[in-house]
């Protein structure tokens, strides 16, 4: 008999790996660049450029909104590493970057902690208040010429939860404390515009003079940032063309352009793969990932019990053709043939090409069906239809089921 010893050890000596660098797919991890946006990049560089000038005075203040997953933290963690280094190395000036996520320090306190500790200024035990640790990181900075961008990340979280004067006295330093030189400069990062708008107007002029937004990623902006990590992740050739066509697709801008979703979904997929011991990622992987992954998934099977009957038969003629033909995505042409003999199968009337086109772009829209444009290679261009999940009996079933359902009511 083998020992459980023996398979445990055979099975790890004949695992594929193909994740190479596991922690630069992690949602911490900043790459060296961020396609697509570099134009904030610049735009932030734009705002800060007077604290470069060596006698700068002022401090500046900027805000960045953005859903979740549009690289708000990754794109503001980058610019104020690079921004340190270029004030150092080209302009001999001292900045300092810090970054604070509000959601872990959420009060005054807290935050001014937090900045202590970033910049190694020992703070004595007995109870200081938060302002009075303000000042005393003022002084800090003016006894060693520093200037300061303290990025307050989730910053949402903070106004959600402090008290006015909290806010007060952080979005309004400089008429709390005075300085000659008002070293601290900010960055506030907010989920959703309107938890600015809902500010007292004498703190939201104040800050959201400068804004810059961060659009949902298009699915062609995905695929780029989808195709650097995977250069700098997984081993070469490992993930085929279509893992990232699929996820980028999955993501795009009407469904969220969440750049978090579709690494994970990424790592996930290459994870399936190595369990699986294929040594390429595969389409197949990617949706077995979606599928655990998509946290609307559940809203997606339940979103079928709102279609109507031919929407029903639409993708029950998808599935249909994409079992037969086993590929992973079909034509349109293909695709309304099928629906149509399947219709008439249910002793239907089909709906016209101009109907059928609108269902499928509600399917679409319900996240559950994907459509592109085929390239060269095929004669004309021409809508490919694949589904974005995986192709499950269940699903099947249950797509079945809600036909028939329809079609009792009708008699
Ligand atoms: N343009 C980009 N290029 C490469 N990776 C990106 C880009 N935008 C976001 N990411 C990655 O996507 C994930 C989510 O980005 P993050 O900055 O945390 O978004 P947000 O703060 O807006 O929620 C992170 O892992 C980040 O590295
Ligand atoms: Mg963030």
Redesign the pocket.
Known sequence: MVSAKDILSDSLRSSVLIIKHKDKL??????E?????EEKIKELGFVFRDLLAGDAKDSERVVIV??????????V?LFGKNFEDIAEREYGVKVKYVHVNCYRHRTLYLISQEIANALKLPIPSRGLSAQEVFKMIHEYLDRRNIHLIVAL?EFGHFLNTANTEEIYFLVRLYDEISAIIKRISYIF?V?ESHSIYKLDRSIRDHIARRLIE?PP?KSM?LY??LK??VDEAFNDNAVDDEVLQFISNTYGYDKGG???I??ETLSLAGEIAEKEGSPVVLLDHAKKANSTINPEIQEIVDSLSYLDLHQLILLKALIRVLNKSKADEVTMGTLEEEYISLAREFNEEPRRHTQVYEYLRKLKVIGIINTRQSGKGMRGRTTLVSLSLPLDKRLDDYIMQQIVVRLKSKA
Request: proline share 8%; charged share 25%.
């Open positions: 992690s949602p911490d991890y900043v790459p660049n961020l396609p697509h946006r953005g859903r979740t997953g549009t690289g708000k933290t990754a794109t963690r990340d990062i989920n961060f990623y902006e780029d940032i650097y990590r969440n750049a978090r579709a690494i």
